[in-house]
């Protein structure tokens, strides 16, 4: 599975983007989705995920109420809306999948997030 991510950028605290991850080289309705991010000089941490099987989605503490994962399908891609952004979301974002959970197997090449004060 290859995965490609998009719509990093530079936002002010309190804006919103939208991430997008499109998936190629297998269908991605039976796989687990997940985003993950690395901030400087941290590990890299879980963000939010989407399981296949029942439609579940989970988020990281920090990020809950905040960040909506979603998924299309059809179109292959995985989605992750970000509004409310603080300075501390700041990080690479990488788009993941796999069939076991935390999906991992599977990573993007990573998208830059970067929130300003």
């Known amino acids: 599975v290859q995965l490609q991510a998009s719509g990093g950028g530079l936002v002010e605290a309190g804006g919103s983007l939208r991430l997008s991850c499109a998936a190629s080289?297998?269908?991605?309705?039976?796989?687990?989705m997940g985003w993950f991010r690395q901030a400087p000089g941290k590990e890299r941490e879980f963000v939010a995920g989407s399981n296949w099987n029942a439609g579940n989605t989970f988020y990281a503490d920090s990020v809950k109420g905040r960040f909506t994962i979603s998924r299309d399908n059809a179109k292959n891609t995985v989605y992750l809306q970000m509004n409310s952004l603080k300075p501390e979301d700041t990080a690479v974002y990488y788009c993941?999948?796999?069939?076991?959970?935390?999906?991992?197997?599977?990573w993007g090449q990573g998208t830059q997030v970067t929130v300003s004060s």
């Open positions: 080289g297998r269908t991605i309705s039976i796989y687990h």
């Open positions: 993941t999948t796999g069939i076991t959970w935390p999906p991992r197997a599977y």
